[in-house]
């Protein structure tokens, strides 16, 4: 099954993420994409946000979306990218890519909230050529407490999974993205409030390389 449809979420994710990227998520997308260059996939392309960041090195953009509300709008933001881009259905755990197709990917506030991560990131890690790389925006666990154990119950509760489209905010991404494969070249860690009435929780953001 390569749709997801969450309709709710579909219909709120596109505001929330334009008022995240006016008090700075767009400057985090900015740098997160510089550099990259080839062919890249882009797992959970949303509604296509990130797509006035690509920069022009980058030949083509396979972006990943099983929502079909948020992928048609991808392809609607796709049409007007400087870059060439190529949005399609699919799942993260079963990319439609053959392995060491592509020179990189990218996984920006996505990788919370996927079925299994370390499924998700191993077909990352398939796609990905030898020595291509991961870039990476996610927002993770807290490593002090009480945010930590704040994050931990909230997750647990199913509170915010439940709001969130699904998101994990007690997961430790930095340790998975190791764990599946990749070695950390840069990784940033700061804490983000992507709206007035939300929390500042941690995020990371930087780039990890298949071996």
Same mark, same amino acid.
């Given at each position: ?21 006016? &008090?700075?998520? *767009? =400057?985090? #997308? $900015?740098?997160?994409?510089? %550099?990259?260059?080839? +062919?890249?996939? !882009? ?75 370390? &499924?998700?990131? *191993? =077909?990352? #890690? $398939?796609?990905?050529?030898? %020595?291509?790389?991961? +870039?990476?925006? !996610? ?73």
């Amino acid at each position: 099954m390569t749709d997801i449809a969450r309709p709710r979420f579909a219909r709120g994710y596109p505001a929330a993420a334009a008022r995240a990227d006016a &008090r700075g998520g *767009a =400057e985090h #997308r $900015r740098r997160l994409l510089q %550099g990259l260059y080839g +062919r890249v996939v !882009e797992l959970g392309a949303g509604s296509g946000l990130n797509f006035a960041h690509y920069p022009a090195t980058v030949t083509e953009v396979v972006a990943i979306e099983p929502e079909p509300t948020l992928r048609a709008r991808a392809a609607e933001a796709a049409r007007g990218a400087r870059v060439a881009i190529d949005v399609r259905a699919g799942t993260a755990d079963a990319l439609p890519l053959g392995d060491g197709e592509m020179d990189a990917a990218v996984a920006s506030l996505v990788l919370c909230s996927v079925p299994d991560q370390e &499924r998700a990131l *191993a =077909e990352l #890690r $398939r796609v990905i050529r030898a %020595g291509g790389e991961l +870039r990476f925006y !996610e927002h993770v666990i807290a490593t002090t407490q009480p945010k930590r154990a704040i994050l931990q119950f909230a997750d647990r509760s199913g509170i915010w999974p439940a709001l969130g489209g699904g998101c994990h905010p007690a997961r430790d991404t930095g340790a998975a993205i190791k764990a599946a494969g990749f070695t950390i070249e840069r990784q940033e860690r700061f804490d983000f409030r992507a709206g007035p009435l939300e929390p500042r929780i941690p995020y990371i953001l930087g780039i990890a390389r298949r071996a």
